[in-house]
């Protein structure tokens, strides 16, 4: 695991400070030792965490005559099956690493060789007999690879910040990847906050030659066609596939453990940690002061159950904007998701203890364990109503509603209300904007300045959705949101949120619900065994339920709900109002201060809880100050 940088001039050698500058800014990311190369007029460098070939695995690594360089990020977690079929085949190794095998993989079947990886990876490639760079990325997009041209050359990099730290000039922010952000609470990938700046996609790799670049796709989810068999012989299949995704994820040279949420998800992770372990699994938890928001009783059932290494932590307020900063720092470009503030201390804390942490991410995504999931058919059934009653009536009714506060979003009849009043206004297909967007397109109107509303596209996220949705290699509606979902909520913001947080505390994250075999397997899964008697994840449930404590046989739902809404309300609502009105706030040059002094005020009287939108737009506030 690591970082990597790089670039490509057009006509000259490569600048050694510009290199130096942008590996600079991925220290966090690896801690142990760093490495660069300058060939001619490309470079490339790295920083690495060492967890595989301590004493040999390091970066860039080159093949026999020279001719290829490579660094790469992640883990290759087939790669000891790889290296025997390369080896067959006449390949000298030098090093046990797994990096080096896709460097052997590139000399026996060029691009598309990273078709035959598994695991997280993003990797720079330079063919020198070519003059070729080639950056390739997962199926998923665990690991983050950004790009751009600049005055014919080519930059690239782990991270937004390192990336920006080599260029010349630094690119403009794009108003409309804000107003984005204001919808989705992160920016869809592949575009980026900046102009010109972009991400190689998840199952993507990119090629830049003769000073063009072009993109090749060499993975595709279907959910078609769908599998057969009975429950029994499914339920076989799917034990093993996720047994076998974790087993492969417990190679390492280093301490090991895992995040232990408490959600179904994070605890069959550890349930089969501890089976397929040889000691105590090291588990880690983060909780809050306010119980409604705290899963820590379930994921201390799972821990007492496999009596695991347990330790827990209380997430503490007294340093939350220093806190905030340095997460929207880390982000690299705006991320509402206030899940990554316990996620950041969580890592920072677990890195005291083990260097690789498993995780339950994925498991939402691949056997439809959201809420909104099970709900989407009601709301189609309810806008089938007469319009006096969704357009009129309900709306009515939910703008005189007051919220609740201490309670996670979502779970109160007072959210309901107002999720059903603004059903109409957004698009079917369009789920998680339904569910989960912080502000309505009229409400993004309102806020935003007028002379730079009107030259924006407030109706651009709800596109990026549909068309996501139109796409879907897919028949039915549950499945085309699964698919919206890979492409867009987890790949441009929980997948975000998962590498920055425990990157920036020099920890590997891996997520075993994100191998894409096992995705596979999910996506071609009847869609009866992922939704059933109201509740998601069935087939999931009833394949582990045997070997978890019976509180998560039936628990909902809840996620890291973080009680943001209070905080606002409370500790942080001067600090806020402070941020967000004073002279030299930068959201002001943007946004409307009418608007949003409204807002804080409604929220600090209790008139409305605006705790995530607030959120978003401290979010906000805190990356224009630091990159304006």
């Not at 130096?20 to 991925?26: A, K, T």
């Not at 034990?239 to 995040?259: D, F, K, W, Y």
Request: neutral net charge.
């Amino acid at each position: 695991m690591c970082g990597i940088c790089g670039l490509v001039t057009p006509d000259y050698a490569v600048d050694p400070a510009v290199l130096q500058r942008m590996n600079g800014e991925l220290v966090h990311r690896g801690p142990d030792s760093a490495g660069q190369t300058l060939q001619g007029r490309a470079g490339l460098a790295m920083r690495r965490l060492a967890i595989i070939d301590l004493q040999g695995g390091s970066q860039p690594i080159t093949n026999e005559d020279g001719s290829l360089w490579l660094v790469m990020n992640g883990e290759i977690y087939n790669y000891p099956e790889l290296r025997a079929d390369l080896v067959r085949l006449g390949h000298t190794f030098s090093t046990h690493s797994d990096v080096e095998t896709l460097l052997h993989l590139y000399e026996q079947e060029g691009d598309k060789g990273c078709a035959r990886l598994r695991g997280m990876f993003a990797f720079a490639l330079w063919d020198s007999r070519r003059s070729r760079m080639i950056l390739g990325r997962d199926r998923l997009g665990k690991k983050p690879l950004y790009y751009t041209v600049q005055d014919g050359t080519l930059y690239f990099s782990s991270e937004l910040n390192s990336l920006t730290a080599g260029l010349k000039k630094k690119p403009d922010i794009l108003p409309q990847a804000v107003d984005d952000y204001l919808s989705l609470q992160y920016i869809p990938e592949p575009g980026t906050i900046y102009a010109g700046v972009y991400a190689v996609p998840p199952g993507h790799y990119a090629v830049y030659e003769d000073g063009h670049l072009h993109l090749e796709r060499y993975w595709e989810l279907s959910y078609l066609p769908k599998r057969c068999g009975t429950e029994s012989e499914l339920i076989d299949e799917l034990r093993g596939l996720v047994t076998e995704a974790v087993q492969i994820r417990l190679m390492s040279e280093v301490p090991l453990g895992a995040h232990l949420s408490g959600g179904l998800d994070s605890s069959i992770v550890v349930s089969l940690m501890a089976r397929l372990s040889n000691a105590p699994v090291k588990t880690f938890s983060i909780g809050f002061d306010e119980g409604g928001f705290s899963e820590l009783p379930y994921a201390r059932a799972v821990a007492e159950k496999y009596h695991t290494d347990h330790t827990e932590f209380i997430l503490k307020y007294d340093n939350l904007p220093q806190t905030i900063a340095a997460v929207t720092r880390h982000s690299g470009q705006p991320l509402a998701d206030p899940a990554a503030i316990p996620l950041y201390l969580l890592a920072l804390e677990t890195r005291k203890h083990v260097t690789v942490a498993l995780n339950g991410d994925g498991g939402d995504e691949s056997m439809a364990g959201y809420t909104r999931y099970r709900m989407d058919g009601l709301a189609n059934a309810y806008l089938r109503l007469p319009a006096w009653f969704t357009r009129g009536l309900i709306p009515g009714i939910a703008g005189n509603v007051r919220p609740r506060f201490g309670k996670p979003a979502g779970t109160t009849w007072q959210d309901g209300l107002k999720r059903l009043a603004n059903l109409p206004q957004t698009s079917p297909e369009a789920s998680i904007l339904r569910w989960g967007s912080y502000f309505s397109a009229q409400q993004k109107c309102a806020l935003w300045r007028p002379e730079i509303s009107t030259k924006l596209n407030h109706l651009s996220a709800e596109a990026y959705l549909v068309g996501l949705y139109c796409a879907a290699p897919a028949e039915e509606r549950l499945d085309r949101t699964l698919y919206i979902d890979m492409l867009g909520y987890l790949a441009g913001g929980l997948l975000v949120k998962a590498d920055r947080m425990t990157m920036a505390a020099s920890l590997e994250a891996r997520s075993p619900l994100l191998d894409h075999v096992y995705f596979e397997w999910c996506a071609q899964l009847p869609v009866k065994y992922k939704i059933r008697g109201g509740q998601g994840k069935y087939l999931l449930r009833r394949a582990f339920s045997d070997i978890l404590p019976q509180q998560q046989h039936s628990s909902r739902k809840q996620g890291f709900s973080v009680p943001v809404g209070a905080w606002f309300k409370d500790q942080l609502a001067d600090w806020a109002t402070q941020k967000l009105t004073s002279n030299n706030s930068r959201v002001q040059e943007w946004l409307n201060p009418f608007e949003v002094s409204k807002l804080l005020e409604e929220h600090r009287t209790g008139a409305a809880d605006h705790g995530k939108r607030i959120y978003a737009l401290v979010i906000l506030e805190e990356w224009l100050s630091a990159n304006q």
